[in-house]
């Protein structure tokens, strides 16, 4: 099992291409000659699809390429240039985006998590805080708030813990934007109560992704109130994030919004990344965090992660103790059952 095509790769959940509906639909229209920006029929289309699932007839929705590209460009839009985005200290803006949203001229104001989860109450005591400060003219203000769903962690915003956040957010005047990168996987979790239609409801903008749940890439942002963000097109080609071939991300989330298939595309991821949190427990492997969507993450001993490294593409993700560390596994919606077992097997064989 040493050499690259028997290895298992569960390191993320973009490593496939695309969903077979897509690929065949891209090839479908190959030829065809389309307007570009987004200005072309099948963009439209699914922009009109995800208003619909999301309950939100009036929303502005764009379609950008990447997360990165997303979040600095949405940031960058919403915030004052004296202003901040407040995020929880594991965020993905706040660790694995190399600084973009710093780069792009705010400062990331980073709360304490809990499970990668804020609370309301914190956030209204560091506008509290803040305000309170002699000195905060001097400083940078709370302009918004970012967190994901699911969370860098993998963990769930209940609808109650969503509502208390979008709360104090508006009493306070800030925006609230949800990172929805692996939001498909969030709606496939049987643990999960929020809905497209939630998120419209509390949330000023928030993003579909499909980079990691079935598109080739590409994501979907949707601003529920009209015009929030003015000259939102303009500000997405400055930030280097608009698609001349527009067309290749609209085609990709109109098939993703075509009879429900987003709302249903996680369910292999999920029930995959089940199975092997079962099976981890059962061989007395110590789980880092119990997450309900489709990352696992597991302590293990230095040595035991070199030779799961032996067959194993998986993800590192931080250093636990001198002798431990804390290893991810991620499935998606392309992962096999065949490919699941495997991994179960092996880590059966190798467990200390």
């Known amino acids: 099992m040493n050499n690259i095509v028997s290895r298992l790769y569960f390191a993320s959940d973009y490593m496939e291409g695309a969903h077979p509906a897509i690929m065949q639909k891209l090839v479908e229209t190959n030829l065809e000659k389309t307007v570009g920006y987004g200005l072309d029929p099948y963009t439209e289309s699914a922009k009109e699809k995800i208003r619909t699932a999301c309950n939100a007839p009036d929303a502005d929705v764009f379609l950008l390429v990447g997360g990165t590209q997303t979040n600095a460009t949405v940031i960058d839009a919403l915030l004052k240039s004296y202003q901040g985005v407040v995020a929880a200290e594991t965020g993905h803006i706040a660790t694995h985006e190399s600084g973009a949203i710093e780069f792009g001229g705010h400062k990331v104001l980073t709360l304490p998590q809990k499970d990668g989860k804020v609370r309301a109450a914190q956030i209204e005591k560091m506008v509290k805080d803040f305000y309170d400060d002699a000195n905060y003219e001097h400083m940078v203000m709370p302009g918004m708030v970012y967190i994901s769903q699911p969370t860098e962690y993998g963990t769930l915003y209940s609808k109650e813990e969503l509502t208390e956040i979008s709360k104090v957010c508006r009493a306070n005047h800030l925006p609230l934007y949800v990172d929805g990168a692996r939001l498909a996987y969030a709606l496939a979790s049987p643990e999960n109560d929020v809905t497209l239609s939630d998120l419209a409801e509390l949330c000023d903008a928030f993003y579909i992704g499909g980079t990691k749940c079935g598109a080739l890439f590409g994501e979907a ?27 290749i991300a609209g085609i990709q989330f109109d098939e993703l919004f075509t009879d429900g298939l987003y709302e249903r595309i996680g369910k292999p991821a999920i029930d995959a990344a089940e199975q092997i949190k079962e099976a981890l427990k059962k061989f007395g492997y110590k789980l880092a965090l119990d997450t309900p969507t489709n990352q696992i993450f597991c302590i293990v001993s230095n040595e035991v992660m070199k030779k799961i490294a032996q067959d194993v593409e998986f993800g590192f993700w931080e250093k636990y103790d001198e002798t431990h560390s804390v290893i991810r596994f991620a499935t998606s919606w392309a992962t096999t059952m065949e490919d699941t077992q495997k991994l179960i097997r092996l880590l059966d064989d190798i467990r200390e």
């Open 221 to 247: 942002v949707v601003i529920p109130q009209k015009g929030l963000i003015p000259h939102f097109f303009t500000i997405i080609k400055q930030h280097g994030a608009l698609l001349a071939k527009g067309r």
